[in-house]
DNA sequence: CTATTATTTTACCAACTGGTCAACTAAAGG
DNA sequence: CCTTTAGTTGACCAGTTGGTAAAATAATAG
C-alpha cells in the first residue's frame, strides 16, 4: 500500500525539540519542516495544523515521561522520601544538560504549554489537563502505597497531596527557568516533603 | 512644552489587559494599539518596540502588586499562617473574578510570560527574575518576623523559605490555569504552611 | 501672536504566518 | 509489470507581523 514514510516521525521529534525549548507561537510551521528535514507539504499530509502536531507531541512527551520514569518508581520498594527525591534529581540534571546545550532552562514542557496556551487553545489545555490529571493519579498510587506501609497516617488525603507535589514540581521548574539557575530545583527540592504531611483533612 | 498625552498610559494599561489574560506572543502592536484607542504611530512615539512596552507593564503590575498586597502584609501583626492565608485568599478571589470575567483563569502574569519568554527574550527574564527577587525578600522580611516572634525556629532558611512558598504558590496558579478551577487555588492553599518548616539546614 | 515642542496621523514596508493545491514520484500488492 | 495507494514537492495565497517616516496638528511658554 503505497510507499512508507518517516516524516510524521521526524515531525514530532522536530516539535518536541523546538517547541520545549522554545514556545508554541515562536516555532512557526516552516522552522517545524526545515529542523524535520521535511517539506510543508508534508506537514500538512500528515497533520491538519500545527495545533494538531502539538497535540501528538505532547502525549508522546507524557507517554516517554510516565513511562520511563514514574512507572519505574510506582514499582520500586524505595521510601517515600527516596522516590521524590530520585525524580527531583532527575528534573534537576535535566535542568543542568538543558543549561549546558542550550544556556538556558527550558523547563517542563506541559507548564509552559499550559501557561502560554491555556486561555486560548482550548483544545491544548484540556490535553494537558488529562497529561496533569495522569500524573496525579501516578503520585496517587505511589502516596496510597505509603499510607499502606505506614509511611504517612492513614488520613491522608491522597489526591490532594499529589496535586500539592506536582504544583509545587512545577512551581520550581518555573522559579529554575525564570533564574536561569539549576541549582534552585535541587536547593528548593528537598521542601518537597514536607508536602506529603497534608494536614487539610477537608480537601 | 507641547502637547500632553494620555497614550502612553492608555497603552500600558492595555498591554497589562491583554498580555496578561492571553500571552505576548499572541497580543499584536496593533491590537495594543486599538485596544487603548491609539494610533500605532503614537505606540512607537512612546515606545521603541512592544518589548520594551511589556517590560514597563510588568513593573508597573509589580509596583501595584507589591504596595497593595504585600506591604501591608509586612507592617500587619497577623499571624504568619493568617499572612499567607490572606495572600492566597485574595489570589483565589482574583481567580474566581478572572473566570466570571473571561471564562478562564489568567494566572499570574509573572509566571506566564517567564515561561513563555525565559529562553527567548533575556531582557524580559532579567525583569521577572528581579521582580522575583523582590518578591522573594518581602517574604524574606514576613518570615523574619515571625522567627522574631518565635513562631518559627530560630535556624530557618528565611530566603529558602520564601523562595519555597513563591515557587508552591506559582504551581498553584498554573494548576489552577491548566484545570480551569479557582477552587484548586483554594483548596491546595493551606499547604503553604506546611513549606514554612524549612527542615533543610544545608540550603 | 508666534515659535517651539510634543503628539498624532496616515500611508507604507518587507518579512513572515498558517495553510492550500495540483502535479509528481516511488513503492508495495496483485 | 502495472495499477493502486501513499508520500513528496514547490509554487502559491491572503492576512498579519513588528516597525518606519514624514507630514499634520495641537498645546504651551515666552
Aim: one cysteine or more; aromatic letters at 8%.
Amino acid at each position: 500500500m503505497g510507499r512508507t514514510s518517516e516524516a510524521k516521525d521526524k515531525l514530532i521529534n522536530s516539535a518536541i525539540d523546538l517547541i520545549s525549548n522554545r514556545s508554541y507561537s515562536s516555532v512557526g510551521v516552516q522552522e517545524l519542516c526545515d529542523n524535520a528535514g521535511v517539506k510543508k507539504g508534508s506537514f500538512y499530509h500528515f497533520f491538519d495544523s500545527k495545533k494538531e502536531l502539538t497535540i501528538v507531541s505532547l502525549r508522546a512527551m507524557w507517554d516517554f515521561y510516565r513511562e520511563n520514569c514514574i512507572i519505574p518508581l510506582i514499582e520500586s520498594d524505595l521510601s517515600l522520601e527516596d522516590k521524590f527525591d530520585s525524580l527531583l534529581h532527575k528534573s534537576y540534571e535535566m535542568s543542568v544538560n538543558s543549561k549546558e546545550c542550550n544556556g538556558c532552562l527550558s523547563g517542563c514542557p506541559f507548564g509552559n504549554l499550559a501557561l502560554e496556551l491555556s486561555t486560548q487553545e482550548e483544545e491544548i489545555r484540556l490535553v494537558i489537563e488529562n497529561i496533569f490529571r495522569e500524573w496525579i493519579e501516578c503520585f496517587e498510587k505511589i502516596i496510597n502505597k505509603s499510607v499502606e506501609r505506614g509511611e504517612l497516617p492513614i488520613d491522608t488525603n491522597s489526591y490532594a497531596t499529589a496535586q500539592s507535589i506536582i504544583a509545587y514540581m512545577e512551581g520550581l521548574s518555573l522559579m529554575g527557568k525564570t533564574f536561569n539557575d539549576p541549582e534552585i530545583v535541587k536547593n528548593l527540592g528537598c521542601v518537597v516533603r514536607n508536602l506529603s504531611i497534608c494536614s487539610c483533612k477537608e480537601v
